[in-house]
Nanobody
């Protein structure tokens, strides 16, 4: 699975962005999908994950109630709607996929990664 993240940019605090993750090659329908983020000098951080068939979603406490993960298997895409953005949300955001179907939130559990899209939130 080849993944490509897009949709990042510069936004003011309180604003919104929608990230997209497109898959080329194999369908994403059989994979658990997730978003992670990373700032320089820190470890990659879990943001949100969505199960196969979108039956379940799970969020990091820091984004719960503000971000929403979704998937469109017919078009091999995943999304992250980010609302009420804060400066601390600034990071390089990565999409990822895994064949593991139970809930996993560690980067090591994910097999395929996109290249990342930068989100910068100004105060």
């Amino acid at each position: 699975v080849q993944l490509q993240a897009s949709g990042g940019g510069l936004v003011q605090a309180g604003g919104s962005l929608r990230l997209s993750c497109a898959s080329s090659g194999r369908t994403i329908s059989t994979y658990r999908m997730a978003w992670f983020r990373q700032v320089p000098g820190k470890e990659r951080e879990f943001v949100a994950t969505i199960s196969r068939s979108a039956l379940n979603t799970y969020y990091a406490d820091s984004v719960k109630g503000r971000f929403a993960i979704s998937r469109d298997d017919a078009n091999n895409r995943m999304y992250l709607q980010m609302n009420s953005l804060r400066p601390e949300d600034s990071a390089l955001y990565y999409c990822a996929s895994t064949t593991i179907q139970y809930l996993v939130i560690t980067p090591e559990s994910y097999d395929y990664w996109g290249q990342g899209t930068q989100v910068t939130v100004s105060s």
